[in-house]
């Protein structure tokens, strides 16, 4: 059988990504990779993980991810006009089979069935815009916006339509809307001028509307449509929602206006040394890399006061800069970043993005600017008795993306090594090692990661790291010890009871196994 030259296949692989509004990066970025490829359509396969379809540290009970797949996942691609096939693969064989008999171009790179690839943060759509290349923006279906402006048509009389979107959920419910600030805001609103309408969670259109949202115009269809919910952001004057998953839809189309409020709880600040998002390549109190004048973080909660001024201050950014905000929504892809180079790599080098990193520094390689870097990075540290934390982390990267330079470097390590703070320290080393491990040199990464550990008593993700090196080595028994003490040390994630439960099945220890998983069933945080 003849491979399709003409189609790129992208393959969304649920053992490793997750089931939910993130699949919008994975898509635009497709896209992307299908217009550099040549390729005239784009296919995407779903391909499902080992036992239930998903991945294991998805919070939802099964028919509530079987759902999700089916309302969210899928109908996500009818977004991207390219998109001409869309195939839900029965298995995994079935995947590779596609792989390695019809597909001869493929996405992600480096992809297989045995080995899948993970896609679908902000990282790397912001590793592709510091490029220089232009973000494919989502399409809405003409249907789907005739329903929407038949709809608008029937209620607003001529009002601007504003959007809350709110967040309801019992997952992380610190992260919801602050319903009382936002009834007290749609009440206030002119409603002569302005027509708000509130999309609810999904769960919650489905139960008895309490007395509170009464004389309020909700929209619930969008909730239950994708296609509806994406062509009626596109058509409201401003769309005003916490961080949420449907911001996706809003943040990669180019004509979307929105504020996002909240991207994180202030309380969750103290924890986020760095400020900004950093794995998004978001600085301190910035705004996504492809962002457009009409598209802003809000970095504050959702307290009526902050929705009140900062409505206020894009309603008047909007109406004083219309000319600039119809041309970027006039566009079917998002500009490159006017962010640096050196600025988006500070920003994942300090949040371990470690392949946005390499990415962006073998994009520097090509245009023979890397060398530059090494050098600056190398003058910096010279000139300095305590260079910058960036320079560090830059160094450490660099060293990650060409290993063959890292002797070069070696007096350098001497000095971060030399830090009079244990946990700087444990930090770099951790990172030297997984440098080391990237290359299989396997005892040098383990001296890493027990230096790490020795300076760091805490630092129980060394441990988690040395279990797997372990596991690649076959050093079973190894293994089960470093993680059994990482868990005893008080790292309580699912990904570590996980891999300690397969440690366990590897040697046969299947009782123990059992209950390890279970207890790794019962866990609510998050992934290692």
Same mark, same amino acid.
């Given at each position: 059988?003849?491979?399709?030259?003409?189609?790129?296949?992208a393959?969304?692989?649920?053992?490793?990504?997750?089931?939910?509004?993130?699949?919008?990066?994975?898509?635009?970025?497709?896209?992307?990779?299908?217009?550099?490829?040549?390729? &005239?359509?784009?296919?995407?396969?779903?391909?499902?993980?080992?036992?239930?379809?998903?991945?294991?540290?998805?919070?939802?009970?099964?028919?509530?991810?079987?759902? +999700?797949?089916?309302?969210?996942? %899928?109908?996500?691609?009818?977004?991207?006009?390219?998109?001409?096939?869309?195939?839900?693969?029965?298995? /995994?064989?079935?995947?590779?089979?596609?792989?390695?008999?019809?597909?001869e171009?493929?996405?992600?790179?480096?992809?297989?069935?045995?080995?899948p690839?993970?896609?679908?943060?902000?990282?790397?759509v912001?590793?592709?815009?510091?490029?220089?290349?232009?973000i494919?923006?989502?399409?809405?279906?003409?249907?789907?916006?005739?329903?929407?402006?038949?709809?608008i048509a029937?209620?607003?009389?001529?009002?601007?339509?504003?959007?809350?979107?709110?967040?309801?959920? =019992?997952?992380?419910?610190?992260?919801?809307?602050?319903?009382?600030?936002?009834?007290?805001?749609?009440?206030?609103?002119?409603?002569?001028?302005?027509?708000?309408?509130?999309? /609810?969670?999904?769960?919650?259109?489905?139960?008895?509307?309490?007395?509170?949202?009464?004389?309020?115009?909700?929209?619930?269809?969008? @909730?239950?449509?994708?296609?509806? +919910?994406?062509?009626?952001?596109?058509?409201?004057?401003?769309? $005003?929602?916490?961080?949420?998953?449907?911001?996706?839809?809003?943040?990669?189309?180019?004509?979307? &206006?929105?504020?996002?409020?909240?991207?994180?709880?202030?309380?969750?600040?103290?924890?986020?040394?760095?400020? =900004?998002l950093?794995?998004?390549?978001?600085?301190?109190?910035?705004?996504?890399p492809?962002?457009?004048?009409?598209?802003?973080?809000?970095?504050?909660?959702?307290r009526?006061?902050?929705?009140?001024?900062?409505?206020?201050?894009?309603?008047?950014?909007?109406?004083?800069?219309?000319?600039?905000?119809?041309?970027?929504?006039? /566009?079917?892809?998002?500009?490159?970043?006017?962010?640096?180079?050196?600025?988006?790599?500070?920003?994942?080098?300090?949040?371990?993005?470690?392949?946005?990193?390499? @990415?962006? $520094?073998?994009? %520097?390689?090509?245009?023979?600017?890397?060398?530059?870097?090494?050098?600056?990075?190398?003058?910096?540290?010279?000139?300095?008795?305590?260079?910058?934390?960036?320079m560090?982390?830059?160094?450490?990267?660099?060293?990650?993306?060409?290993?063959?330079?890292?002797?070069?470097?070696?007096?350098?390590?001497?000095?971060?090594?030399?830090s009079?703070d244990?946990?700087?320290?444990?930090?770099?080393?951790?990172?030297?090692?997984?440098?080391?491990?990237?290359?299989?040199?396997?005892?040098?990464?383990?001296?890493?990661? &027990? $230096?790490?550990?020795?300076?760091?008593?805490?630092?129980?993700?060394?441990?988690?790291?040395?279990?797997?090196?372990?596991?690649?080595?076959?050093?079973w028994?190894?293994?089960?010890?470093?993680?059994?003490?990482?868990?005893?040390?008080?790292?309580?994630?699912?990904?570590?009871?996980?891999?300690?439960?397969?440690?366990?099945?590897?040697?046969?220890? $299947?009782?123990?196994?059992?209950?390890?998983?279970? /207890?790794?069933?019962?866990?609510?945080?998050?992934?290692?």
């Amino acid at each position: 059988m003849a491979k399709h030259s003409d189609t790129l296949y992208a393959f969304y692989d649920l053992a490793v990504n997750p089931n939910c509004f993130d699949v919008v990066k994975f898509v635009v970025l497709a896209d992307l990779a299908r217009r550099e490829a040549g390729c &005239r359509d784009l296919h995407i396969l779903f391909v499902p993980s080992e036992g239930e379809g998903f991945r294991e540290d998805d919070q939802f009970e099964q028919a509530n991810r079987e759902w +999700r797949f089916r309302n969210i996942m %899928l109908p996500i691609c009818s977004l991207m006009p390219s998109c001409k096939g869309v195939t839900v693969c029965a298995s /995994r064989s079935e995947a590779e089979y596609v792989e390695t008999e019809m597909a001869e171009h493929i996405f992600p790179e480096g992809h297989s069935t045995e080995q899948p690839v993970q896609l679908f943060e902000w990282s790397e759509v912001a590793v592709a815009s510091v490029q220089g290349k232009e973000i494919p923006s989502l399409v809405v279906g003409g249907q789907a916006r005739a329903f929407v402006e038949d709809w608008i048509a029937a209620r607003a009389k001529g009002r601007k339509v504003i959007s809350i979107t709110l967040r309801e959920m =019992g997952f992380q419910s610190e992260r919801n809307s602050r319903l009382d600030d936002w009834l007290a805001f749609i009440r206030g609103l002119d409603q002569g001028e302005y027509m708000p309408v509130i999309i /609810r969670d999904t769960d919650s259109i489905f139960v008895k509307q309490s007395a509170e949202f009464d004389g309020v115009i909700q929209f619930p269809e969008t @909730a239950l449509n994708i296609e509806l +919910r994406a062509a009626f952001y596109e058509a409201c004057y401003l769309n $005003l929602m916490v961080s949420n998953g449907p911001i996706e839809l809003c943040a990669l189309n180019t004509k979307i &206006r929105y504020l996002m409020f909240k991207v994180y709880p202030e309380a969750w600040a103290k924890d986020r040394t760095h400020g =900004g998002l950093p794995e998004a390549a978001v600085p301190k109190d910035g705004q996504l890399p492809i962002a457009g004048p009409h598209q802003r973080f809000i970095w504050s909660d959702d307290r009526l006061d902050v929705i009140r001024s900062e409505f206020a201050a894009m309603i008047k950014f909007l109406a004083e800069n219309e000319a600039e905000v119809e041309a970027f929504r006039a /566009r079917s892809s998002f500009p490159p970043t006017k962010m640096q180079c050196i600025d988006v790599l500070n920003l994942l080098a300090s949040s371990n993005r470690l392949n946005g990193c390499k @990415a962006i $520094l073998n994009h %520097l390689d090509g245009s023979g600017n890397i060398g530059r870097i090494f050098k600056d990075v190398i003058r910096i540290y010279r000139n300095n008795v305590n260079p910058p934390q960036e320079m560090r982390d830059i160094l450490l990267v660099l060293c990650l993306a060409f290993p063959d330079r890292m002797e070069s470097c070696g007096k350098i390590f001497e000095r971060i090594t030399a830090s009079s703070d244990p946990r700087k320290i444990a930090k770099y080393v951790l990172i030297l090692g997984d440098a080391h491990a990237a290359l299989g040199e396997f005892d040098a990464s383990i001296r890493c990661y &027990r $230096l790490a550990f020795e300076k760091c008593g805490d630092m129980n993700v060394a441990l988690l790291k040395l279990g797997i090196i372990y596991e690649q080595m076959e050093k079973w028994d190894e293994a089960e010890e470093v993680l059994r003490d990482a868990i005893s040390g008080g790292l309580h994630h699912r990904d570590v009871y996980n891999k300690y439960a397969q440690i366990l099945r590897n040697q046969g220890k $299947l009782k123990e196994a059992v209950e390890v998983s279970l /207890r790794a069933f019962a866990l609510d945080s998050s992934p290692a």
